[in-house]
């Protein structure tokens, strides 16, 4: 089993990549998804936000109000090293049960799992991946994509942006570059050729 680490910076595309993945026959798993499960009411990561951030970031519902909690980390890196701390470790162990639990239901040794990790390189996880695949766009169409996803003003987006290593300085780590620049179409291309090497 061949297990591939895709990541990117924040509105690269990871996720359109992921999805290709999929439907080509890969199994996927996005950490994204896993860090909104990790802190669903009363787990262990729900109750360590709570206890350090305070109730103050709660909806009445109880779940975590994740853009209210985001304004708080994005202008106090100590915080926000807080957070990584708590979910991290949570989001890496959920990770290993969907691995572990792929492998007893997939006979196949060839079988490709592709998992979206957004802080791969810079929390090291690299080292624990057959191949990364780096999703690649310049940082103006970066700027514009998250502007547009997020409803924040240019400044704000730069912000988030920075808040990541620079994508240039993870093409370095990358076994696959994936330009997702241009159409759609473009980017299914050259996830079938890298699915087609992988699969080889």
């Known amino acids: ?9 924040v509105a690269s595309g990871k996720s359109l990549v992921l999805s290709a993945f999929m439907n080509l026959g890969a199994y996927g798993i996005d950490c994204d998804v896993l860090s909104r499960e990790v ?10 936000i709570v206890n350090f ?4 970031i709660l909806k009445k519902d109880l779940e975590i109000d994740r853009a209210n909690l985001r304004r708080i ?4 890196s100590e915080q926000r090293k807080v957070l990584e701390r ?16 792929i492998k007893r239901i997939e006979p196949d040794p060839n079988a490709l799992v592709v998992i979206d990790v957004p802080l791969l390189i810079e929390t090291g996880l690299q080292k624990e991946f057959d191949r990364v695949i780096v ?8 700027m514009r994509r998250v502007m547009e996803r997020e409803g ?26 994936i330009n997702n620049q241009g159409p759609r179409e473009e980017t299914e ?12």
Request: proline fraction near 3%.
């Open 1 to 9: 089993m061949r297990i591939v680490g895709i990541t990117g910076g």
């Open 39 to 48: 802190v669903r009411p009363c787990s262990k990561a729900w109750w360590e």
């Open 53 to 56: 951030f305070g109730k103050a």
């Open 73 to 76: 980390v994005f202008n106090d």
């Open 86 to 101: 708590i979910i991290q470790p949570e989001v890496w162990e959920k990770c290993m049960e969907r691995i572990e639990a």
């Open 135 to 142: 999703v690649y766009v310049n940082e103006e169409t970066q």
């Open 152 to 177: 924040v003003t240019r400044e704000e987006a730069k912000k988030m942006i920075d808040l990541q290593m620079p994508l240039k300085e993870k093409l370095k780590f990358a076994d696959f570059i």
């Open 189 to 200: 291309k050259q996830v079938k050729s890298i699915f087609e090497a992988l699969s080889s």
